[in-house]
């Protein structure tokens, strides 16, 4: 950890300054605000659920300590340039509420969430704001309520479409430390990132054991064999696959710590609904837009379903 730096030390820069909201201040959120804020270019505004008013960002390179404003009641929020909607897949409709009153005709909505078909998911909720979908190559953690690590896990940071919105994307995060891939085949880097978490998250989720159960040769058969069917309903979805992306994507999976563990299955260790449908579910609703069968990833939806409506269900009785 090199360096610490308040934010508030910084001079803004004389540029165009947005007005920013960040929904879900989880690993993702936590890391992007927090890094927006350091930089102290735009007028952040964080959206949570319970109140915060610093946070501390682990990076690569320094860590940052920074005062963040926040607001808990959507009643309080009014439009803003750009909403980086950061919660769970699964949490979008839950976020609603701030997302009426956050979006105007100019708004633009950057989701940064796993999964595809982002503006589909997203137009029903937004109005007349533009759906801006990224992939999110980094690693957060939430090691507290107010510090989050933020883990460079390859070239890219985040990827967007390489258009008008995609270079708005880029030039809102230029003050923050991310490097950003502009793509013009946006869709099937969604679909290769798809596939890495259609494998990842159930199996470790499934078998309770982290990355290093992707080391056994009957898992990586089982998973070559769920890679294939879910890569032909990829390629039937329009994503240029490789004809070996299942082998790629397993060796990819191989190159991960054996100890790392993936975000389904933290969840199911702590007894938490899973991201499910924008991950298998994904897969499976593309088999049946193009009529192709999908048994195994049905399968595994099956199961997850199961174990993440039970977790849904004892955190009602538990409210
Ligand atoms: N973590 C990673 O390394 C990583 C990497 C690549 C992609 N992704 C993807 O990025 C997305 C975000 O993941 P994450 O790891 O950041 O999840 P996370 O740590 O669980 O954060 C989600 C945050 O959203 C908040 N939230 C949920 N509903 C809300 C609402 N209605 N209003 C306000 N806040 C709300 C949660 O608040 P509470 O704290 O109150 O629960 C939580 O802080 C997911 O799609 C994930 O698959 C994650």
């Known amino acids: 950890m090199a360096s610490t730096t308040a934010a508030s030390d910084r001079p803004v820069e004389d540029r165009t300054v947005s007005k920013v909201a960040v929904i879900g201040l989880g690993a993702i959120g936590g890391v992007i605000a927090g890094s927006l804020a350091a930089a102290a270019r735009h007028d952040v505004v964080v959206c949570v659920r319970n109140g915060i008013d610093r946070l501390v960002v682990e990076r690569p390179d320094d860590v940052v300590d920074v005062p963040l404003r926040a ?6 929020a009014a439009p803003v340039d750009w909403v980086l909607l950061c919660t769970k897949a699964q949490q979008t409709v839950s976020a609603a509420p701030w997302l009426v ?3 105007g005709p100019q708004t633009r909505v950057a989701v940064l969430q796993n999964g595809i078909r982002h503006t589909d998911r997203l137009k029903p909720l937004v109005g007349a704001a533009t759906v801006v979908p ?5 690693n957060g953690e939430r090691l507290g309520v107010d510090r989050v690590r933020f883990r460079r896990a390859g070239e890219y940071d985040l990827a967007v479409r390489d258009d008008i919105d995609g270079r708005a994307f880029v030039e809102l ?13 946006f869709d099937t880097l969604a679909w290769r990132k798809l596939l890495i978490n259609a494998v990842a998250n159930p199996i ?3 078998t309770l054991q982290r990355q290093a159960v992707f080391r056994r040769d009957d898992i990586k058969a089982l998973c070559l064999a769920i890679l294939e069917e879910a890569a032909a ?18 060796a990819t999976l191989l190159t991960y710590p054996p100890e790392a563990g993936t975000s ?7 007894g938490r609904p ?13 088999g049946a837009r193009h009529r192709l069968p999908t048994p195994l990833n049905g399968m595994l939806l099956t199961l997850l379903r199961a174990i993440s409506d039970a977790a849904s269900e004892r955190s009602k009785g538990d409210g």
């Open 71 to 76: 607001l808990t009641d959507p009643a309080d």
């Open 101 to 103: 009153r956050l979006c």
């Open 134 to 138: 990224a992939i999110v190559y980094y």
């Open 173 to 185: 995060l230029g003050s923050a430390p991310m490097r950003i891939l502009q793509s013009d085949d």
């Open 204 to 206: 470790t989720a499934l």
């Open 233 to 250: 309903v990829g390629r039937a979805d329009g994503a240029r696959l490789a004809p070996d992306e299942p082998e790629q994507v397993l």
């Open 264 to 270: 389904m299955y933290f969840d199911r260790l702590g």
């Open 274 to 286: 899973f991201e499910v449908e924008a991950l298998t579910g994904a897969v499976v609703a593309a």
